[in-house]
């Protein structure tokens, strides 16, 4: 019977889970900033007369997306799952952490389906596109200043517990 497979749900080692917290917090925390600033860029691109400072700016934006939002947000999905799975909070028995990773899809799909298709038919002298740059920017500091009020607050956690 030793050699039997448990199904029962293994905990990360605490030797392992705190440096996975940490890569988490440094991650998401990261990409709040990361969009918050693509945030400003963005209007600053679609609301200036200058069309080389619009142009330099989209590119940043590309660009900015591609070094920071990215990587980033697959790290913040990477270790929240890991966590989720592998700590006390199951992804889909806890509803702040199931709320936490829609938030976060969603941030990650509006990249993937909005944000970087407008980017580039703006950057290739298409139909300007500025007001939904800074909207689909905008949903992502919103969301996931949510996902952070969420790790922050936990409803529905049992009193007594921080």
């Known amino acids: 019977m030793a050699d039997q497979i448990s199904l029962a749900p293994r905990r990360l080692p605490r030797p392992l889970r705190r440096p996975l917290l940490t890569l988490h917090i440094v991650a998401s925390v990261g990409l709040l900033g990361a969009v918050s ?15 080389a400072l619009a142009d330099a700016a989209y ?6 997306s591609a070094v920071f939002g990215i990587p980033l947000s697959v790290v913040a999905l990477g270790t929240g799952l890991a966590m989720a799975i ?12 199931t ?16 944000l970087s298709p407008a980017l580039d038919t703006v950057r290739a002298g298409g139909a300007d596109l500025g007001g939904r740059i800074v909207a689909s920017t905008a949903w992502g500091v919103l969301a996931l ?4 009020a969420l790790s922050v607050y936990r409803p529905g956690r049992a009193r007594g517990r921080t």
């Open 145 to 148: 200043t949510a996902a952070t």
């Open 86 to 97: 592998g700590g006390p909070w199951s992804v889909l028995r806890t509803p702040w952490v």
């Open 99 to 114: 709320a936490k990773l829609v938030l976060l899809a969603s941030v990650m799909l509006n990249g993937a389906l909005i």
């Open 59 to 64: 590119d940043l934006l590309a660009m900015s």
């Open 37 to 51: 600033a693509s945030l400003a860029i963005a209007v600053r691109a679609a609301t200036t007369d200058d069309a």
